[in-house]
């Protein structure tokens, strides 16, 4: 394109460097600064990367301003007619569409290593009923590291299908587990003969003497909420999978860390926030006026949770999907949700509120995410599970495209240092000698 500059220009005192521009697909554009310490001796200073693109990447697409999201080319509107999650997951991680044949060999793998080892299986009954599922479920992945030795480092292809197949199968049999743990119920092993969301629900639901029977409105709206979920380029559960396989470390051990870093509520576990506020709204903590004024007071912590997003400066095209199949699933339910009613009341007064409109805050995808994973008889400390459940492939997909990248390296940024200047040093020694003697007196 013509018009896009082949050099950015950066003049620093009485000198001026040439830096390339590298141009996405999309018309992205970025300053190449990879060189600029070399040239210069300046870094640059971006705290929490809003404005660093850490890598290159054909797995997601997404334009913030206009609320577009697309995998692999294909816009997220495209995916509301449920195909299967399997499908996608198989999609993002390998850059197109499986064949029949392709999709049914992974299927079959993924039916083959649904088990958990048996000693992984007893480990369970040790961990503490209320332990939160999510610490269950980050260190379980880490743990199969255990059990699959021959996977924690591999060149192969083949190899790595086999370790991503146990991982997107085993996750399911974990996160069932923890749940069924939480509740003192006994394990239900998984049934080769269900699909992937069906053999979920019924890990999580049947009982010794019932099976549990699901409808298929509940079995599609679990796989759309997993396909919603299944990746958002670099977001930090992402990033930080990208972190810690950028050392080499196995996929068991990068999705774990993955799975610690969605479990925060500014990330993944925004949605069970946005239940507990609505709950307090219910039971009368507060009017949904006073929950949005709350969340506008600078001196307050509180949020209004699922509004804002740090790239989407307009509707998270997700929340809107969400927000149709809540209406559809709720429709088809005896019962509603008065926590609903509550949630469309929030929307409504933080859309026309000036402090929403001047910061471009619109519902995320955790806004109505909750409330569908409700309707489906998910408990709230299960949600952000279901959430890493759905964005294993994502984390996957990412870790294989640095894997196979022959130019990626470790990734290690640098620091502003601020702290004791050298020509502070008798400070510095001072500190040293108070130490010296706090460590020599007794205890
Ligand atoms: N309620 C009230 N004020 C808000 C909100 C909110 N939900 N989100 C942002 N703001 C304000 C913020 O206080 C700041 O105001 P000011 O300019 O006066 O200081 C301004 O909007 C810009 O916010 P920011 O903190 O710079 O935005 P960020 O990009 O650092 O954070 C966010 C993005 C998602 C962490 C934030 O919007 C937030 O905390 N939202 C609530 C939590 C939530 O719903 N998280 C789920 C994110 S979507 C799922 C995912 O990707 O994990």
Aim: hydrophobic share 40%; aromatic share 10%; glycine share 6%.
């Amino acid at each position: 394109m013509a018009d896009i500059p082949e050099k950015a220009i950066l003049i620093l005192g009485d000198k001026q460097y040439e830096l390339p521009v590298v141009v996405g697909t999309e018309g992205e554009r970025a300053i190449d600064i990879s060189k600029l310490r070399d040239q210069s001796g300046y870094i640059t200073y971006d705290p929490s990367l809003s404005n660093t693109g850490v890598c290159k990447s054909s797995i997601t697409f997404i334009d913030g301003e206009k609320g577009i999201l697309r995998y692999r080319g294909i816009p997220i509107e495209q995916f509301v007619n449920y195909p299967s999650f399997v499908r996608v997951a198989w999609m993002l991680i390998f850059g197109r569409m499986p064949t029949s044949a392709e999709l049914a060999q992974f299927s079959e793998l993924l039916t083959r290593h649904e088990l958990l080892h048996e000693s992984a299986r007893h480990q369970f009954q040790q961990i503490p009923v209320d332990a939160p599922p999510m610490a269950i479920l980050s260190a379980s992945l880490n743990n199969l590291s255990y059990y699959h030795q021959q996977f924690l480092a591999f060149e192969d292809t083949e190899s790595f299908v086999e370790a991503a197949a146990r991982l997107i199968s085993k996750v399911r049999t974990i996160a069932a587990f923890a749940y069924r743990r939480s509740q003192g119920l006994p394990f239900n092993y998984p049934d080769p003969k269900l699909r992937y969301c069906e053999n979920l629900l019924h890990m999580m639901f049947s009982l010794p003497h019932q099976q549990y029977i699901c409808t298929p409105e509940v079995v599609d709206a679990l796989n759309l909420v997993l396909v919603l979920h299944a990746d958002h380029e670099q977001n930090c559960s992402t990033f930080t999978v990208r972190v810690v396989g950028s050392s080499k470390a196995n996929l068991f051990a990068s999705c774990s860390a993955g799975v610690s870093a969605l479990w925060g509520p500014l990330h993944g576990g925004a949605n069970v926030k946005v239940i507990e506020m609505l709950e307090e709204i219910h039971k009368g903590g507060m009017t949904p006026e006073e929950c949005i004024a709350e969340s506008k007071r600078k001196e307050s912590k509180f949020r209004l949770f699922g509004f804002g997003h740090r790239v989407y400066k307009n509707f998270d095209p997700r929340s809107r999907i969400i927000r149709d199949a809540c209406d559809r699933v709720f429709a088809t339910l005896k019962h509603g949700d008065p926590l609903l009613d509550i949630a469309r009341k929030l929307e409504e007064l933080a859309l026309k509120d000036q402090y929403f409109i001047d910061r471009n805050l619109y519902p995320n995808v955790d806004f109505y995410s909750g409330l569908l994973l409700r309707s489906m008889g998910i408990p709230t400390n299960m949600f952000t599970v279901i959430f890493s459940i759905g964005r294993l492939p994502g984390w996957i997909a990412h870790w294989k495209e640095q894997h196979d990248d022959p130019t990626s390296r470790i990734l290690r940024p640098r620091q502003v240092y601020v702290g004791l200047p050298e020509n502070r040093i008798e400070a510095a020694l001072a500190q040293a000698e108070e130490l010296r003697k706090v460590e020599q007196s007794p205890t």
